[in-house]
């Protein structure tokens, strides 16, 4: 996956793919020789550009993949709070109920 595209770096300039296995991505940049492992999609977010438009709308695409599950799983986060602290009052009235009587 992506093996031999040619990318740019803010920081290391041009470099070429030696390998993606979906999470990390891992870069030989031209400067030195300096090879370099990164987060896959995650340095596509600011750091890191293919010089492909197929490839680098790939990684964007996965980027807005994980941009929505994220907002799904806050999303859930929220209402599973609110289901929590919901259960609690009821809990509280309860309690509150029994003691009077």
Do not use: W
């Amino acid at each position: 996956m992506f093996e031999n595209e040619k990318v740019n770096h803010v920081k290391f300039g041009e470099g070429s793919v030696m390998e993606c296995d979906g999470s990390h991505i891992r870069i030989v940049f031209s400067y030195n020789n300096v090879e370099k492992t990164f987060a896959y999609p995650g340095a596509f977010d600011k750091f890191v550009t293919f010089q492909s438009k197929e490839a680098q709308q790939a990684a964007e695409s996965e980027l807005e993949q994980i941009r929505l599950n994220q907002k799904k799983l806050e999303g859930m986060k929220k209402l599973i709070i609110q289901e929590n602290e919901r259960r609690k009052e009821e809990a509280l009235k309860a309690k509150a109920k029994r003691k009077r009587q």
